[in-house]
């Protein structure tokens, strides 16, 4: 099996969705695609709640993020009917968060986990347009959100990290029986929950992290993390002009430059997949 992770930098526009939906179809055999939300959403999503926002804002803000993702799923999608079927999911989503922003100006109070909810809305928009577009080429694709399917972390609200006994035993309850049926799963990355199912964010670019942590709970053979560049350089070339592509590295040396700002992963990815072996492969999309 094998988990096929794409970050924003591969999700931005309607051309990327069909690139990334063609490389799914092909793929032949068992998988699991794990998506960040579309390029830019998160920071959208970050800059608005920072601020003090009118409730003008938020009709302004909602009326966007429906734009921006039915535009994709409109230029993707090429059936009527899932169109009209995401179109729903998406509004109804919206609905939630419109709801939550409210309640954020009103109460003039964002806690940790208000803030982490509402940063979630990216990821559980985009797995609702790629669902669509997947079906709407004949595949049985089915869009999961990480707290609903019980990626369960420490509730470290912000930087969570999971508990990666807890996924597995749910995983393979809740995702492994649909992979046996010949679906396609799509899961949110970014988030989990706690153990009382509030919703928790792994930090930023965490979607890298939710793939491995999905990969050590489905036992799967491979992951690969789809992005717009060709993998880890030695160094960062735009302080060292002799910087160049390294072939392979172990998991440490990739946790020690991911650690250490190297932003091609988040910090903790290789921290699941190094206790089953189970390798990482970065992939260049527009290559
Ligand atoms: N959307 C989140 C972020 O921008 C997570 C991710 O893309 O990996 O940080
Ligand atoms: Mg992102």
């Not at 799923?73 to 179109?87: I, L």
């Not at 939550?100 to 609702?128: F, P, Q, W």
């Not at 509030?198 to 990969?215: E, K, L, M, P, W």
Request: proline share 2%; charged share 30%.
């Amino acid at each position: 099996m094998k988990i096929m992770k794409f970050g924003g930098s591969c999700l931005k526009n309607v051309n990327d969705f069909s690139t990334v939906a063609d490389i799914i179809c092909e793929e032949i055999g068992e998988k699991v695609v794990v998506l960040s939300g579309i390029n830019g959403i998160t920071d959208k999503l970050i800059s608005f709640i920072r601020k003090k926002y009118k409730e003008e804002d938020i009709e302004k803000l909602i009326s966007e993020l429906k734009h921006i993702h039915l535009q994709i799923v409109k230029g993707a999608a090429y059936h009527k009917e899932f169109y009209k079927m995401a179109k729903e999911k998406i509004e109804e989503k919206l609905k939630v968060l419109e709801r939550l922003l409210y309640g954020v100006h009103y109460v003039g109070e964002l806690t940790d986990k208000t803030r982490d909810l509402i940063l979630s809305y990216g990821e559980r928009l985009s797995v609702i347009v790629m669902e669509s577009i997947l079906n709407s080429r004949g595949f049985a694709a089915k869009a999961f959100e990480g707290d609903e399917i019980g990626i369960i972390t420490d509730g470290n609200f912000g930087n969570a990290t999971a508990d990666l006994s807890l996924v597995e035993r749910n995983l393979k309850k809740r995702i492994l029986p649909f992979i046996e049926r010949g679906f396609i799963p799509v899961i949110t990355g970014f988030f989990g929950c706690d153990d009382e199912g509030r919703t928790t964010i792994f930090g930023r670019n965490g979607s890298d992290y939710s793939a491995s942590v999905i990969a050590y709970a489905l036992d799967a053979d491979v992951v690969e993390i789809w992005k717009d560049v060709d993998g880890f350089m030695s160094a960062d070339p735009k302080f060292v002009k002799e910087a160049y592509l390294l072939d392979s590295l172990s998991y440490d040396e990739a946790a020690e430059l991911a650690y250490f700002g190297a932003r091609i992963l988040h910090p903790r990815t290789v921290e699941p997949l190094k206790l089953k072996k189970i390798p990482l492969k970065i992939r260049n999309l527009y290559r």
